[in-house]
Every structure is written in structure tokens, then in C-alpha cells.
């Protein structure tokens, strides 16, 4: 998904840039736990610029798959990131030192509620986010994909 020449812009909240940049500059060493949880880096393709974006997000695991939940703090829209890897779902990641390439995808209404249920055991709010907010906060499943 990236190239060494393509420039990856990072979230525009700054103290999110400024976690970012830790993570990136440390290899994961700072940033990777961020208040008692796992952090990981996600990359994405602007569905509107085209261009690379990077956030951080809480995650969980559910075998080799990685979670994460488009929660927005329990906003009435999807995040912007969310709506970039509905759009473009070959995105990258970093865990720690490790970066990749995944492939995203929205949990089915089968799947969500086991995940749901792995989420909120590691970050409570987001039973909170969504009894605030009239959508169905998605959860998506980040699968890791052999280097092209």
C-alpha cells in the first residue's frame, strides 16, 4: 500500500499526531501502550484526496485477527478513517515495531457481538459510545496480508 516516496499524513488532532509520532520514532516502544491498552498504527487511502492517512487506535485480538472500533467517542457519524477502508480496504498497520499490510473488513451482525464483547472487555466506554449515538458503531476486523 505505501511506498517509501509517498508521504503519510497523520491525524490532525494533535495530541493523536503527537502519540503518532512517538510510536513511529520508538518503534512502538512508546505509544504502543497508551492508558493500560495496545495501541496500533493504521494507515489508510483518503477515499476523497487519495492521499495516505495514519491514526492511532485501541485494539484487541481475536486469534491472528486484529480488532479495532469505529467509535468516534460515540459520535453520530462514522469516522473519517472508518470511511476510507470501507472505500479502499487494503490499508497498513504497525503493532509495536512490526508494520504490514491487512486487508479491513466491517464485522458481520453474526460476528459483531463476540467481538464487541473483546472490545469492551479492553476499553468499557464504547458500551457507553454507543448508548449515546443513534448509528450501529461498526467494529472492524484487520486481517494481515503477505507483502506484495
Keep these: 500500500m505505501t511506498t517509501s516516496q ?3 499524513f497523520d491525524s490532525p488532532s494533535s495530541w493523536v499526531a503527537q502519540h503518532i509520532r512517538e510510536y513511529v520514532e520508538t518503534d512502538g516502544e512508546k505509544g504502543h501502550r497508551w492508558r493500560g ?8 487511502r483518503g477515499r476523497k484526496t487519495g492521499k495516505l ?11 491472528e485477527r486484529y480488532l479495532v472500533v469505529a467509535s468516534q467517542g460515540g459520535a453520530d457519524w462514522n469516522p473519517n478513517w472508518y470511511l476510507n477502508l470501507a472505500q479502499t480496504p487494503e490499508v497498513e498497520l504497525q503493532v509495536g515495531a512490526d508494520t504490514f499490510p491487512a486487508k479491513a473488513r466491517t464485522a458481520n451482525p ?25 448509528r450501529d458503531i461498526p467494529v472492524v ?8
Excluded at 37 to 44: A, Q, Y
Design 37 to 44: 491498552v495496545t495501541t496500533l498504527l493504521l494507515t489508510t
Design 53 to 63: 492517512r495514519r491514526t492511532a487506535l485501541i485494539y484487541g485480538r481475536d486469534g
Design 110 to 134: 453474526e460476528e459483531k457481538p463476540e467481538l464487541w464483547r473483546i472490545m469492551t472487555s479492553i476499553w468499557p466506554d464504547y458500551d457507553v459510545y454507543q448508548a449515546r449515538c443513534a
Design 6 to 8: 509517498e508521504e503519510v
Design 141 to 148: 476486523i484487520l486481517e494481515r496480508r503477505s507483502p506484495t
